[in-house]
């Protein structure tokens, strides 16, 4: 995300202008109800036509908020001095690339609701899902490339922005560990449905953090505190650039 975005200044605006606050919280949403879906014991308690439906609805927030970053990642290129005169911009092939991602889990959540055979389990729900956290691994690695560019370093640990991009990456990697597990045998039956809960479940979390500690309410209510030292010193954690959710 760009530091301009993450430095505006907090107004009110009409609930369909993309922000992000409205990213954060789309992918937070999104994130804590595919957590639950893959919570240990959920399916068997819960059921597993219920986990389904909580991974369709955890999609469509995860949608929204794919869109709202892309809209917010700014132009697709820049002009530069060499041949072909311009370059496409890292920050928007990351949130264009996870955009896809998260509409490809929409496919994939939506036919699992419905599938009742392996042909449909392999083709409508495992292929998308698998699409999608291949472009969630892509999405991810060009967050580092966008955040490079920002801030001229791949190690910066003492900003918030830059463990948003390394927390989002271990997400994509557990959501693409996920989709091995979950691969569809003859029998129907997954892989390695641990591997499968499990990584689903690790990703959610990640994607949850990485998105909570560049919520912009942290550096609203640090530069409040700031303003009025007496209430308290809390609300620390500032605002950086970031590639990634």
């Given amino acids: 995300m760009s530091e301009a975005i993450l430095a505006a200044p907090a107004r009110s605006r009409p609930f369909l202008v993309p922000t992000l606050t409205k990213q954060c919280w789309g992918f937070m949403i999104g ?10 014991g959920f399916g068997t308690w819960a059921g597993t036509s219920v986990a389904n439906l909580v991974y369709f609805v955890g999609a469509i927030f995860f949608t929204a908020a794919g869109f709202v970053q892309l809209v917010l990642s700014g132009a697709v290129s820049v002009p530069v001095s060499y041949a072909p ?12 690339t996870q955009s896809f991602g998260t509409l490809m889990f929409n496919v994939s959540t939506t036919a699992a609701l419905y599938a009742r055979s392996r042909h449909a389990e392999v083709d409508y729900v495992w292929n998308p899902d698998a699409a999608g956290s291949v472009a969630f691994l892509v999405s ?23 463990w948003s991009v ?15 597990g979950a ?3 003859t029998d129907g039956s ?7 809960n499990g990584g689903t479940f690790v990703g ?4 949850l953090v990485a998105s909570l500690i560049v919520l912009p309410w942290w550096s609203r209510d640090r530069t409040a505190r700031a303003d009025h030292p007496a209430t308290g010193s809390g609300g620390r954690l500032a605002q950086e650039p970031s590639g990634g959710r």
């Fill in 31 to 40: 994130s804590s109800l595919f957590a639950i879906g893959s919570a240990p």
């Fill in 85 to 96: 005169g311009r370059m496409v911009r890292a920050e928007w092939l990351t949130a264009a």
């Fill in 140 to 162: 991810a690695n060009l967050a580092f490339v966008a955040y490079a560019r920002t801030t001229a370093t791949l190690w910066d640990p003492r900003r918030i922005g830059w």
């Fill in 166 to 180: 390394v927390v989002n990456f271990i997400g994509c990697a557990a959501f693409g560990a996920s989709a091995v």
């Fill in 183 to 185: 691969f569809v045998l």
């Fill in 190 to 196: 997954a892989i390695n449905g641990s591997l499968a």
């Fill in 204 to 207: 959610a979390l990640c994607f």
